[in-house]
């Protein structure tokens, strides 16, 4: 079981830009796909960026793309989430996400199945 812990969420202003880091309490290499995962009040939690076991690959729901990198730092057992050009609809809580590598699959990675979740970090973006 990994343990996660997330931080770097705050309020900015729209067209500004956040990190989030997510520290892991053990190696993930190999062993588990990371993402952010985010909820809005009254809205249902979506994915919003993964990261394959290996960190090869990256995925991003389609409202991120272009605005939203993920990356991993193995060697500190952390994960990023940067964000730029935030729109007020980036408004969340964000939660970072490990899962089991046998159960991720292209197809799976952005659904919120079998991840263990972090405590979560709050993103306000005003206009």
């Known amino acids: 079981q990994v343990h996660l812990v997330e931080s770097g969420g705050g309020s900015v202003q729209a067209g500004g830009s956040l990190r989030l880091s997510c520290a892991a309490s053990r190696d993930t290499y190999n062993l588990y796909c990371m993402g952010w995962f985010r909820q809005a009040p009254g809205k249902r939690r979506e994915g919003v960026a993964a990261?394959?076991?290996?960190?090869?690959?990256?995925y991003y729901t389609d409202s991120v793309k272009g605005r939203f990198t993920i990356s991993l730092d193995n060697a500190q057992n952390m994960l990023y989430l940067q964000m730029n050009s935030l729109k007020p609809e980036d408004t969340a809580m964000y939660y970072c996400?490990?899962?089991?590598?046998?159960?991720?699959?292209?197809?799976?990675?952005?659904?919120?199945?079998?991840?263990?979740w972090g405590q979560g970090t709050q993103v306000t973006v005003s206009s």
């Open positions: 996400a490990a899962k089991p590598a046998g159960v991720c699959s292209t197809s799976s990675i952005l659904i919120d199945q079998y991840y263990t």
């Open positions: 990261i394959s076991s290996r960190g090869t690959s990256t």
